[in-house]
T-cell receptor, first 116, second 111 residues
Framework: GAVVSQHPSWVICKSGTSVKIECRSL??????MFWYRQFPKQSLMLMAT?????????EQGVEKDKFLINHASLTLSTLTVTSAHPEDSSFYIC????????????FGPGTRLTVL | QKEVEQDPGPLSVPEGAIVSLNCTYS??????FMWYRQYSRKGPELLMY????GNKEDGRFTAQVDKSSKYISLFIRDSQPSDSATYLC???????????FGKGTLLTVNP
């Protein structure tokens, strides 16, 4: 089956620093990738939709200058949390949709971000 | 009213029990219905996917959709301790690929 990886799986950083999270589709090409955030005991909240070669589309309330998304290739999207603060501590999950047109999204294992 | 409502539980059942998980949604434009299972500190994995009213069965899992009532269900037969996880319903319209998730129901199956 389709596999999506994320790196790193967890990261601890100091307040004010920037953190980059990678999302890769390992055995398929993904025109569209999605970035979600999940707080403890809460559901996944879509942050942005990332399309290869174009600007990401951000959901209402998500600061595009704080959460920088780059989808430079059909297998890689990155999310950079800039000037991280403790309230950005969360579980960040990406998903990828196959270029072939399947409706299914394949999810990565998530990245646990803790900002001290 | 939220687009998708799901009772977060927690739900605790003995091994072998039949589990019923439910979601309601408000937008009749939603056409595709999914159930995901998420283990602690892991990403969600797709369990069931359907786009029509009625039942869809896969092993011990049955997904049920009632579009007239805007109600979806997931039944787990002969539940096992390994089924212990958070179950999330997700829905989407046909016009885009955005998924709207329910809050998730935490299920514990006790041996």
């Amino acid at each position: 089956g389709a596999v999506v990886s994320q790196h790193p799986s967890w990261v601890i950083c100091k307040s004010g620093t920037s953190v980059k999270i990678e999302c890769r589709s390992l055995d398929f090409q993904a025109t569209t990738m999605f970035w979600y955030r999940q707080f403890p005991k809460q559901s996944l909240m879509l942050m942005a939709t990332s399309n290869e070669g174009s600007k990401a589309t951000y959901e209402q309330g998500v600061e595009k200058d704080k959460f920088l998304i780059n989808h430079a290739s059909l297998t890689l999207s990155t999310l950079t949390v800039t000037s991280a603060h403790p309230e950005d501590s969360s579980f960040y999950i990406c998903s990828a949709r196959e270029t072939s047109g399947s409706n299914e999204q394949f999810f990565g294992p998530g990245t646990r971000l803790t900002v001290l | 009213q939220k687009e998708v409502e799901q009772d977060p539980g927690p739900l605790s059942v003995p091994e072998g029990a039949i589990v019923s998980l439910n979601c309601t949604y408000s937008n009749s434009a939603f056409q595709y219905f999914m159930w995901y299972r998420q283990y602690s500190r892991k990403g969600p994995e797709l369990l069931m996917y359907t786009y029509s009213s009625g039942n869809k069965e896969d092993g011990r899992f049955t997904a049920q959709v009632d579009k007239s009532s805007k109600y979806i269900s997931l039944f787990i037969r002969d539940s096992q301790p390994s089924d212990s996880a958070t179950y999330l319903c997700a829905i989407k319209s046909g016009s885009n690929y955005k998924l709207t998730f329910g809050k998730g129901t935490l299920l514990t199956v006790n041996p």
